[in-house]
């Protein structure tokens, strides 16, 4: 390696780095077969349990302008459950990767926290490990700068280094540390190698042009850095030595996993603020709200609308924060039988939009009234279009001005027109056919696949319910690879358009449930995935998203349109506006927050 790449190259501008984070503005392809969620996220819930306010109710968990930070304490929260293995290259987990791993260790990049609004989520990135980046016109070299301070945990307690960047990517790939390779492997695919230039210095180059690179490298769920001393001086499958704001203190088999404060933080010393986080594992919802109301957690969610009045009474100064969701449910349309009524006529897959009553299912799934008795305003009714409502600037509304009028009646509830689509598809009696969905996101989730079920029959569509086991059926046939008849209740969870599209309709990924082949549509979408410039990549997010709907391949439901509901306790300050949808809790939140 040459000693002193960085005195001749100079160090990374500001402007350099901003040029760079500008190339990107959509992020992680994971196509790899993870279903949405825990086992019990429940009404409403958001499957990684990332918390951001889209509806504040009782006070928002930030420091009044006049307050000053105080230090320590120890933050309580709910562990829904305990990992089967620290590594994070071995597991989707959701608990193991946003609640343990993406505050223990660090990631090359992080996502920018913001407050919830218009530019909610956003998809800008900040450095977490590296101080910053350079990336030529061609978009094939990104050549990154380790942080001078970055510091492992003890027993290691010594800086991290390139050759420590080196040996992750090799991990992940099954070329290092005695590892298999990553089961998300295709993630970071765009890699054509890493090498260390020098002690403090890493240098990749891409096989094409990716507007997913960056964004895969700041997702708590593709690529947290680790030592080259993993699998030697530690286990990775028994616990975690990271560079993160905090570390392990404690682990308990089952019944806890407890972190402290890490001082020698390259981005401190002053944060983190705690003295540590207790994750305590609470399986039952109930228990942890339970808990949450006797004051034993610091913060609790999902919470149900239906339960937001209780815990208001029992608890003073509560804060409620609702928070827009960047997952959604839809009905996937089997792509077996190519004889089947939805591939022979555009027209029975908007009929069967046409069915559904969104308005009415979104007042089910979110308890206006409910809400209003706990004194939480009512959020704005929004429909999933072919992207979840809750990817904000990169959503193409139905009911917004930048729809076209005639897309927006496909989404209109209209039960005569949809009868009369159906007879002129040839489907004058409707047509028989089983549906698929699984009872592990919860009851609401249920309710809302069986309320779809009954609202395609007013129409005709007379379907057989299959309730699908999670583990057996589900998440490896139905979910994974679109391996069933009928139709299916999805549930889908990304947090960009980018994501969506290559999982969702490139033909051969495992999570195109409804076996989607579309020539022109593969094309605009695989020129999307190298596109470089933000702005007009969002202009054809929108555009594709046009496009799909004028094809109706899924039939978007109404699951995740609302926000989900996460409740604090009155002490609880530091948030503000560091809210991401789904990745960076750990970076962007648990160091800021105090208690007062």
């Excluded at 790449?5 to 993870?34: E, K, N």
């Excluded at 919470?303 to 827009?324: E, F, M, R, T």
Aim: with cysteine; net charge negative.
């Amino acid at each position: 390696m040459e000693s002193n790449y960085w005195t001749r190259r100079g160090r990374l501008s500001r402007r350099t780095l901003l040029q760079g984070t500008a190339l990107v503005g959509l992020g992680t392809a994971g196509l790899a077969l993870t279903g949405c969620g825990d086992d019990d996220d429940e009404d409403g819930a958001t499957p990684t349990g990332t918390t951001a306010p889209g509806t504040t109710t009782a006070g928002s968990p930030t420091a009044a302008p006049t307050e000053q930070i105080k230090k320590g304490g120890i933050y309580q929260r709910r562990a829904t459950n305990y990992p089967a293995t620290f590594d994070a290259y071995r597991s989707s987990d959701t608990t193991l990767r946003g609640t343990l791993a993406g505050v223990v260790y660090s990631k090359l990049l992080a996502f920018k926290g913001v407050p919830v609004g218009p530019d909610f989520p956003s998809q800008e990135q900040v450095p977490d490990l590296i101080e910053g980046y350079e990336v030529p016109g061609d978009g094939l070299t990104y050549t990154m700068k380790v942080h001078p301070k970055a510091m492992w945990h003890p027993p290691l307690s010594r800086s991290v280094t390139a050759d420590d960047v080196v040996f992750s990517f090799e991990r992940f790939f099954g070329r290092a540390g005695g590892a298999t390779p990553a089961p998300n492997l295709d993630q970071l695919s765009m890699i054509d190698s890493v090498k260390a230039i020098d002690s403090g210095t890493v240098q990749f180059k891409l096989k094409a042009p990716s507007a997913l690179f960056l964004i895969h490298v700041a997702d708590d769920y593709v690529i947290p850095i680790m030592p080259t001393e993993t699998g030697t001086a530690f286990d990775p499958a028994q616990t975690a030595v990271g560079s993160g704001a905090f570390m392990i203190d404690s682990l308990q088999a089952g019944v806890s996993f407890n972190l402290k404060r890490f001082p020698e933080w390259h981005l401190g010393p002053d944060k983190p603020y705690l003295d540590g986080i207790a994750n305590t594992v609470i399986k039952e919802p109930a228990t942890g709200l339970a808990q949450f109301k006797g004051g034993n957690l610091d913060t609790f969610g999902p919470v149900s609308p239906k339960d937001l009045k209780g815990v208001k009474d029992a608890v003073k100064d509560v804060q409620i924060n609702g928070l827009p969701v960047t997952y959604m449910g839809f009905v996937a349309l089997s792509g077996k039988d190519k004889s089947a009524p939805w591939h022979k006529d555009v027209r029975v897959r908007d009929a069967m939009s046409m069915a559904i009553d969104r308005n009415a299912l979104f007042d089910v799934l979110y308890s206006p009234n409910d809400l209003e008795a706990a004194g939480v305003e009512r959020p704005k009714t929004r429909w999933h279009g072919t992207l979840p409502a809750g990817l904000g600037p990169q959503w193409l509304d139905p009911q917004g001005s930048k729809m076209d009028a005639k897309l927006k009646e496909k989404f209109v509830y209209n039960v005569d027109k949809a009868k009369q689509l159906l007879s002129d598809a040839g489907y004058p009696d409707g047509f028989s056919a089983e549906y698929h969905y699984t009872n592990v996101y919860g009851a609401n989730w249920v309710l809302h696949a069986e309320l779809v079920m009954q609202m395609l029959a007013k129409i005709g569509i007379n379907l057989t319910a299959k309730l699908d086991d999670y583990s057996s059926v589900y998440l490896p046939k139905t979910f994974g690879g679109g391996d069933f008849d009928g139709l299916a209740m999805i549930y889908q969870g990304f947090s960009n358009p980018l994501d969506y599209f290559a999982a969702m309709y490139l033909p051969g990924s495992p999570r195109n449930q409804s076996r989607i082949d579309d020539p022109q549509l593969t094309e605009r979408i695989q020129k999307l995935l190298q596109n470089l410039d933000a702005a007009s990549r969002t202009e054809e997010v929108l555009s594709i998203q046009s496009y799909l709907t004028e094809k109706m391949y899924n039939i978007p439901a109404m699951y995740d349109s609302g926000p989900s509901y996460t409740v604090y306790q009155g002490n609880i300050r530091g948030l503000g506006d560091n809210f991401v949808s789904r990745s960076g809790p750990g970076f962007v939140q648990d160091p800021v927050i105090w208690k007062a």
